[in-house]
Structures are given as structure tokens and as C-alpha cells.
């Protein structure tokens, strides 16, 4: 079974620049969520799908951060302009559930890793 | 709010002992407890996971977790460690409050595992 897709796995940009990262999550998951990981510390959840709808968007800086994913199955998030305090990995997540389905299990992958200079 | 605590940054363990890594959670409802593994440069693996049933949980590559409802505590474990498992362990909590309700997962800040030859 492939696992989640991202892309690009590194970029380096300078602050002010803008900057996309896509995500093709396992499958027939319905749920994709995307988390920032900034070094030393663990993910923080920005943005959480299911299907085509957000589910969640309260920790998005929505000032520069946005996120869609149309079709309710590959996503793109978009960072416009970049800071430098965005750098980060990126990391594109999904579970086959959502709500209070079995103890669904969040499956990551490789993380994109962004370096804003 | 729920919340969850690593309280060790790193542990050091020698090759061939026991290793423990700590986890401590709060929800209000029902938890579903996850550990994530993450090797350099790359996303967060899941290890195991509590839903219900047994507090030890076995996961991959020879880890296993021990839930305990009292003490609020999911501790990882593992009986003899290797060279290998040095790495970044993440505990995470889904608090679970009822069908059709918005549950999030949320990570602790994460360990470090060094293991020493």
C-alpha cells in the first residue's frame, strides 16, 4: 500500500517569497490533515480535511497560510509571503476516519522542509 | 483541554539494557494514546497504539507500551535496546468525547532516544 506523498521534500526560499507544498495522502482516506513541525518541538495541527471540507483551521495563520484541497483527495498549502520564523517541516498526514471511528490511525508522510532565509 | 507530557527531552540508554520513555496525558473524556517514531530527515512512523482492552499494547520492532489509567501514564518500553532505535519519540493524545464530535490529536514536544554502543 503507498503511503502519503509530498512534495517538494526540501525548498529554501527567501523571506517574502511564496511557496507550495502538495500532499497526496493514502488511498481512500477521507481525512488529511496538516501539521508544522519547527525543530525541537512536536507537529501542530493547521489545517484538518475531511473530504473536501475543513474540519478544523484554528491554528492557521490564515494571514498567509491557506489550504484547499478541491477534489477531496490531493491537497495543496500555500505560504504567502514567507517569514522567517515559517521554517519548518511540513508534514502532509491522513486517517481513513474521522470522529469517533476506531482509534483511526494517522499515518504521515516524508515531510516537505522548508528553509526561509 | 487535553494535553500531553513528555517530561524528558533525551534519554540516554546503553545498548542491550531496558529503555523507558515517558508519556503522561490529560482529556476529559476517554484517550486514544499513539506513539510516533521520527528517524533524521524523515516523517513520524506510528509504533502502537491504546484504544481499549489490554493496558500493554505490542507495536513494531519490538516495542511495547503500558497504559495506566490512574497515573494518567502511557510509558514506551522496550526489554533490550539497539544501536538502531536512536531516534525521536512522540506521545500523542485523541481525546474521544462522543459520536460525531470534533476529536483532535495532539503531540507532546518529543524525546530524544540516544542509545549507546
Known amino acids: 500500500e503507498a503511503g502519503v506523498a509530498q512534495s517538494p521534500r526540501y525548498k529554501i526560499i527567501e523571506k517574502r517569497q511564496s511557496v507550495a507544498f502538495w500532499c497526496n495522502p493514502i488511498s481512500g482516506h477521507a481525512t488529511l490533515y496538516w501539521y508544522q513541525q519547527i525543530l525541537g518541538q512536536g507537529p501542530k495541527l493547521l489545517i484538518q480535511f475531511q473530504n473536501n471540507g475543513v474540519v478544523d483551521d484554528s491554528q492557521l495563520p490564515k494571514d498567509r497560510f491557506s489550504a484547499e484541497r478541491l477534489k477531496g483527495v490531493d491537497s495543496t498549502l500555500k505560504i504567502q509571503p514567507a517569514k522567517l520564523e515559517d521554517s519548518a517541516v511540513y508534514l502532509c498526514?491522513?486517517?481513513?476516519?474521522?470522529?469517533?471511528?476506531?482509534?483511526?490511525?494517522?499515518?504521515f508522510g516524508e515531510g516537505s522542509w522548508l528553509t526561509v532565509v | 483541554a487535553q494535553s500531553v507530557a513528555q517530561p524528558e527531552d533525551q534519554v540516554n540508554v546503553a545498548e542491550g539494557n531496558p529503555l523507558t520513555v515517558k508519556c503522561t496525558y490529560s482529556?476529559?473524556?476517554?484517550?486514544?494514546l499513539f506513539w510516533y517514531v521520527q528517524y533524521p530527515n524523515r516523517g513520524l512512523q506510528f509504533l502502537l497504539k491504546y484504544i481499549t482492552g489490554d493496558n500493554l499494547v505490542k507495536g513494531s520492532y519490538g516495542f511495547e507500551a503500558e497504559f495506566n489509567k490512574s497515573q494518567t501514564s502511557f510509558h514506551l518500553k522496550k526489554p533490550s535496546a539497539l544501536v538502531s532505535d536512536s531516534a525521536l519519540y512522540f506521545c500523542a493524545v485523541r481525546d474521544i468525547r462522543g459520536m460525531n464530535r470534533d476529536d483532535k490529536i495532539i503531540f507532546g514536544k518529543g524525546t530524544r532516544l540516544h542509545i549507546l554502543p
Open positions: 482529556v476529559s473524556g476517554n484517550p486514544y
Open positions: 498526514a491522513s486517517s481513513s476516519q474521522y470522529g469517533t471511528g476506531e482509534g483511526n490511525t494517522i499515518y
